[in-house]
């Protein structure tokens, strides 16, 4: 169904109730394990896939969620499943394999949960006597090297990569893990985002941070385009930048960060990670998360680094407490850098996503949604030109049309507030996450249209593409269907913006072996085609297109 949406931005109250759901549907079989298909099979086409589109689709997410008879807890928990949609000719191959990382294997070997996840605290070895089982107590949690939140690209190979130290480079044709690799190996990180950034050139920039005597600092990491040899992987990363945290033993959790032309944009949001609770967790019989809170307390700062430089500016910007997971855009213009990105006002939802929440039913499960904050697209205005002469106590954003404000507290603090990218009616969808846009053409720049996924349950269940100009929206949406994270190709030639498709994985819990491939033309969003497979695939995280054109 296609709708369209008028969307005003002018002087909407920033706190809206949302109106609350009832009668959401069971969605167990979308959080349940799934078999692996190693091998390519034939998808059924129906409608048109452009014969233009020549690449793969490739997907990561969690895909097996016990091992004997013990569970995971928590959703990010789960065994890593690669999927891989191979597009030529208008015809359409699926094949998927799980990631055959040290905790997959393990774990698979002695069919019992070996090695510790986010939500999950792995038990003592029961083939251990009771002092050995004791002792086991006193060991710090071991990173995993469970990399299931997505495919990142460096230097022309993809990896497989979660928010540890640990990736896996994959072979993209046949989903196969090829090597383990260490981001500890190459700089002082004890591990790094799945959401790297690129210049042009294919210089990538990522953060992680660092566990020292000192206390923990953030890292902004930058590395290089080209390789030097054939088994070079992160040879030549470095750390543009170390930042101190407000609370060294308390840093923020961070997912993803923003980038402009000329700025590393780092967003420090009062989700914690108690460090104490963290190190001793396995003595205490915890698992990470128990260690990771919400302080609604505590400001959101906005850092800014010189991307050549590698300094950071000395101006600090702050807004009201906020959680973000993902950036929508960010790039500079007439003095000021425009931070478009997803955000709620609470920030304990990572720790709703216990694998059964995911799986309530009836009144419990409405009562989970309808207690969770709604993920909206937000917009910062930071004016880069402070000096000791900006006047303090005004509005310093003369952008026209621009309700976001930014205010001098002192010539080094800026108080900052947002505009909404969005009108009421995207709250009937349920906000959006999981945002894209044309990244290779107007990331770091001006743009009109981001895509994205509608959050009327626990799960994205409808697709959307917003129009910055014109502040219309426009929605696909089926019943019992849940879309992935939309992903944007531009065709060959392209003039307009958003001249290409949009791919997106629909998967169904109603349904046995009902997946579909999604292909909707990115300008009027109208489905041109789908590729149906007959497997069954869980509800993932995140993708990238490998272009083979």
């Known amino acids: ?43 059924t086409v129906k409608g048109t896939i452009p014969t233009w589109i020549h690449g793969s689709l490739l997907r990561n997410g969690p895909g097996k969620f016990e091992f004997g008879n013990q569970h995971y807890n928590h959703w990010f928990d789960g065994m890593a499943l690669m999927h891989r949609f191979q597009i030529e000719d208008g015809q359409v191959t699926y094949r998927s394999r799980f990631l ?48 299931s939140v997505n495919f990142v690209k460096y230097k022309g190979d993809y990896y497989a990569s979660t928010e540890t130290n640990y990736m896996h480079r994959v072979d993209p044709d046949t989903l196969e893990s090829k090597q383990k690799v260490d981001w500890s190996k190459f700089i002082a990180v004890n591990g790094a985002t799945a959401h790297p950034h690129f210049d042009p050139d294919g210089t990538a920039y990522n953060m992680g941070n660092s566990y020292r005597n000192k206390g923990a600092f953030y890292n902004i990491i930058r590395v290089p385009p080209e390789r030097d040899g054939p088994e070079d992987n992160l040879e030549g990363a470095k750390i543009l930048c170390s930042i101190a945290p407000r609370d060294k033993s308390k840093p923020s959790y961070y997912h993803s960060f923003g980038m402009s032309k000329n700025y590393v944009v780092f967003i420090e949001q009062p989700i914690k990670m108690d460090l104490f609770k963290i190190v001793t967790g396995r003595l205490r019989g915890k698992s990470l998360n128990e260690g990771v809170y919400w302080d609604p307390n505590q400001e959101t700062t906005f850092h800014l680094i010189d991307k050549q430089t590698g300094k950071e500016m000395p101006v600090k910007y702050h807004a009201k407490a906020l959680s973000t997971f993902h950036q929508i855009n960010a790039f500079e213009q007439d003095g000021f850098l425009m931070l478009d990105m997803c955000c709620s006002d609470d920030g304990q939802a990572i720790n709703n996503f216990l694998v059964q929440n995911l799986r309530q039913s009836g009144e419990a499960l409405d009562e989970m949604y309808n207690t969770m904050s709604r993920p909206l697209p937000r917009r910062f205005v930071l004016p880069l030109n402070i000096s000791s002469e900006t006047p303090l106590e005004q509005n310093l954003n003369t952008r026209p049309d621009s309700t976001a404000t930014a205010v001098c507290r002192t010539n080094n ?16 969808y349920g906000g959006l996450e999981f945002p894209h846009i044309n990244y290779a053409r107007y990331n770091t720049k001006p743009y009109r249209y981001y895509y994205g996924c509608g959050f009327r349950h626990l799960v994205g ?36 913006e958003d001249d290409g498709v949009i791919l997106s994985v629909i998967i169904t819990p109603v349904k046995d072996k009902s997946t579909f491939l999604l292909v909707l033309d990115a300008k009027t969003f109208e489905e041109l085609g789908r590729a149906e497979v007959p497997v069954n695939i869980p509800y993932g995280f995140h993708g990238v297109f490998n272009s083979s054109a």
């Not at 603090?413 to 009937?428: A, I, N, R, S, W």
């Open 413 to 428: 603090q800026v108080f900052c507030t947002f505009e909404d990218l969005h009108g009421e009616d995207l709250k009937d």
């Open 461 to 496: 269940d409808s697709l959307i593409k917003m129009d910055l100009e014109s502040k219309k929206f426009k929605v696909w949406r089926q019943p019992d269907l849940y879309p992935s994270e939309p992903v944007f190709i531009p065709s060959p030639n392209a003039e307009k």
């Open 1 to 43: 169904c296609i709708k369209y949406m008028n969307l005003t931005l002018a002087n909407l109250p920033k706190m809206q109730k949302l109106k609350k759901l009832h009668g959401l549907p069971n969605i167990s079989p979308l959080v349940s394990s799934v078999e692996e298909t190693p091998e390519p099979i034939p998808t």
């Open 100 to 147: 055959h990382s040290d905790s997959y294997k393990q774990n698979s070997e002695r069919n019992r949960i070996i090695v510790s996840e986010f939500g999950t605290l792995a038990l003592p070895d029961p083939c251990k006597n009771f002092f050995q089982r004791f002792l086991s107590r006193f060991e710090m949690i071991k990173p995993t090297d469970n990399a």
